[in-house]
């Protein structure tokens, strides 16, 4: 079974662009959408986003939403804490494809280092 890790060099989930992410009012406060959508910046990436190290420049400020731990998966989304693996890989998987491409080398490091869950059916 893989085991889900956030992997280095990464950084996809900090692409923050609302239009790839039409559900944010299902699963956030309405303080949290006020909060996120004050995060987006050039090109949808977070303001927070450090380009060049791929990593986050407030990471032990960063918000619930940013932060996958199975608590937060289930009051976000309902997600058992059974399921929060699977579930945080196909995020991950869905992320990447859409931000840098399903046969990108973030995907190819991603699933080196984590493995791979088909059916891509979740979104973040
Ligand atoms: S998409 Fe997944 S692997 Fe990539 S930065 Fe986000 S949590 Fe980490
Ligand atoms: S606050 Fe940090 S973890 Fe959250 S989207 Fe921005 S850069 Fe990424």
Same mark, same amino acid.
């Given at each position: 079974m893989e085991i889900w890790q956030c992997v280095e060099? !990464?950084?996809? !989930?900090?692409?923050?662009?609302?239009s790839d992410r039409p559900d944010l009012g299902d699963y956030l406060t309405s303080e949290e959408l006020t909060h996120y959508l004050s995060l987006v910046?050039?090109?949808?990436? !977070?303001? =927070? &986003?450090?380009?060049?190290?791929?990593? !986050?420049?407030i990471y032990q400020q960063?918000?619930?939403?940013c932060r996958v731990i199975p608590e937060t998966f289930e009051q976000? &989304?309902?997600?058992e804490r059974d399921e929060f693996n699977d579930f945080a890989i196909k995020c991950c998987q869905q992320q990447i494809t859409g931000v840098y491409?399903? =046969?990108s080398p973030e995907m190819e490091h991603f699933n080196q280092q984590v493995g791979t869950v088909e059916n891509l059916e979740f979104r973040i």
């Open positions: 060099g !990464c950084g996809a !989930c900090c692409h923050l662009d609302p910046g050039e090109g949808g990436w !977070c303001i =927070n &986003f450090d380009h060049a190290t791929r990593k !986050c420049k960063r918000p619930r939403f976000m &989304f309902g997600v491409g399903k =046969n």
